[in-house]
């Protein structure tokens, strides 16, 4: 089919774009993308939730927070390798999701938004509370501790900026590609139809609690994988990546770039990473520019910038 | 009657809203192929039976018993397995998606066995469902329109395409033909002749022409309870009947 090459070339074409830029940009320019590819692969996950499924959720800096968690405390704690280590944020990440998604899943619209948000809190105040182990707010730092990752007799540095970049770029490659197939698969035609209308779906032969587990699922790992990929990447695992402010941010990435459409979360992510660097140049209160850009869009793009283009000149966007 | 077992028995069927007794045990059953069709006044109980039997609503008292098991305890996903499947009397379509769409996730439903024809059932099969669907109730030119920019009588019929491409051996319409116009109309009942030489359909209908035409036997219901039931010609004589629907 047509539409499925124009779809899977736009999407190739946009990691090979991402692939090139690392040799085209200034070092500080260069840092900054491969931090925004890794939040991109968590607003990716965010909306297989969101976008997909139809469940909004205000908590979900839970599961990027298991992620970053799970592999920085093997790594400062035990020495564990890069690799084990992520491993073990992507586990956590899962079962945290899958935990929640048993109990949070009975719930429906906005009591889920509050369940959400409730365990997402709880979770916080969990890396505060044990903080002689996660020292709090504080924080650790991994660079001491973690080992070079070793690729063919070579030795990787984590604090190398290509290494960095491309790692990064690995991440988000990983994430944008396992959204999308789930986005054109049959459990993506399921999940969507939950999300347009859930009764209509259980009466034509789906049990939609299963497939909302299976949605939650994706979305944490996907999470999951960018705070681990954050924290080993940037070195640094603290409690302010599981509060509130963690869990908001995935929200209004999603939204800027177009929910539900699978390249939507890099645009947004991109997007806000710049228009905040940029103003909090100018001014500390950068947080009223990014409140007027969001009225801004709700205004006159409630359907995201890929959203309208999608709807206006590209319907085969996926 | 005959002593074949009918595909589909409800048994002292009962279901209460709170202090409401909104269908009182009802025993009705369907023989295989034929076409059934429920009359009634409004709020005689015939959309809270019918969802009892597609698992929208769950009873408060009784049995359904289909193809000769026991099915009061399954949820509805499970019965459209088994081959049930429901027509909202208000349109109930993905509005946002394409005809297409609309009716690709019921068609995959079959083609979706084990893990791996879960994650990938084949889309050239599931689109041969689709056209099919389509093709059978005439929309398959608007296969790529969003459904919420068909008419009204396209979007009713687009609900039919998504209940046909389950395959379904029992279907139930839930007032189909309200709302559309006289041609429409007649076109509609050719195409539900046509369906039930695959499948028995179960047809709540307040348009006594399409009844008439349709129905093999009638089931009138009032005030949760069935009233009588027979042949079209015997309910259009039938005292109780013509006091309740011509006036006492």
């Known amino acids: ?318 | 009657m005959a002593a074949v077992a009918p595909l589909l028995a409800t048994q002292a069927l009962s279901k209460h809203f709170g202090g409401l007794a909104a269908v009182r045990e009802v025993s009705l059953e369907v023989a295989q192929g034929e076409i059934r069709a429920i009359i009634g006044p409004n709020g005689a109980g015939k959309t809270t039976l019918v969802s009892m039997i597609c698992g929208r609503h769950e009873p408060s008292a009784g049995r359904i018993v289909y193809r000769g098991r026991d099915i009061t305890a399954l949820r509805p996903w499970e019965r459209l397995r088994l081959g049930i499947a429901y027509t909202f009397q208000v349109t109930s379509i993905f509005k946002g998606l394409s005809c297409y769409e609309n009716v690709a996730l019921p068609a995959q439903r079959g083609l979706m066995h084990g893990l791996a024809r879960r994650l990938a059932p084949g889309e050239a099969a599931i689109e041969a469902r689709v056209t099919a669907a389509l093709g059978a109730v005439g929309l398959e030119d608007m296969a790529w329109q969003r459904a919420d920019e068909l008419a009204y009588g396209h979007q009713r019929l687009l609900e039919l395409a998504m209940a046909l491409a389950t395959e379904p051996r029992l279907l139930i319409l839930d007032e189909p033909t309200q709302g559309l116009a006289e041609a429409e109309i007649s076109a509609f009942c050719d195409l539900v002749r046509q369906i039930a030489r695959q499948a028995t359909v179960l047809i709540i209908e307040h348009n006594m022409q399409v009844v008439l035409a349709l129905a093999g036997r009638v089931t009138v219901m009032d005030a949760g309870e069935i009233l009588a039931q027979g042949t079209p010609a015997e309910i259009e004589r039938h005292p109780a009947v013509q006091k309740a629907y011509l006036g006492r």
Not at chain 1, 148 to 165: D, I, N, R, S
Not at chain 1, 242 to 270: C, D, K, R
Request: with cysteine; aromatic share 12%.
């Open chain 1, 1 to 318: 089919m047509s539409a499925w090459r124009k779809v899977l070339a736009l999407h190739l074409a946009v990691l090979l774009a991402l692939l090139v830029l690392q040799f085209v940009l200034p070092p500080y320019h260069h840092t900054n993308v491969a931090r925004i590819m890794v939040l991109a692969a968590y607003a990716i996950g965010y909306n297989v939730l969101l976008g997909y499924t139809g469940l909004m959720s205000l908590g979900h800096a839970m599961f990027f927070a298991a992620g970053m968690y799970g592999a920085g405390l093997p790594v400062y704690y035990f020495g564990m390798g890069a690799p084990a280590a992520f491993a073990c944020g992507l586990a956590a990440g899962v079962g945290l999701a899958l935990l929640f998604g048993l109990m949070a899943l009975r719930t429906v619209g906005p009591s889920f938004l509050i369940v959400s948000m409730m365990f997402g809190q709880a979770l916080f105040l969990v890396t505060l509370y044990f903080n002689e182990i996660t020292l709090g707010d504080q924080g650790f730092i991994l660079s001491e501790k973690l080992r070079p990752l070793e690729l063919a007799g070579t030795q990787l540095g984590f604090h190398e900026p290509a290494v960095k970049y491309n790692l990064a770029l690995a991440i988000f490659t990983g994430c944008l590609l396992a959204a999308l197939a789930l986005r054109l698969s049959a459990l993506g035609r399921v999940l969507i139809g939950i999300r347009e209308n859930e009764e209509r779906t259980r009466l034509l032969g789906y049990d939609s609690f299963r497939y909302k587990l299976l949605a939650l699922g994706v979305s944490g790992a996907l999470s999951a994988a960018a705070g681990a990929g954050y924290a080993l990447l940037f070195s640094y695992v603290g409690s302010t990546f599981a509060s509130i402010l963690f869990s908001i941010y995935p929200l209004l990435w999603t939204l800027l770039g177009g929910v539900g459409t699978v390249l939507g979360p890099l645009v947004g992510t991109a997007l806000m990473f710049y228009l905040v660097d940029t103003v909090s140049g100018v001014t500390s209160s950068y947080l009223l520019f990014v409140g007027a850009a969001l009225v801004a869009l709700v205004l006159w793009f409630p359907l995201g910038i890929l959203g309208t283009v999608r709807s206006r000149w590209l319907p085969w966007l996926p």
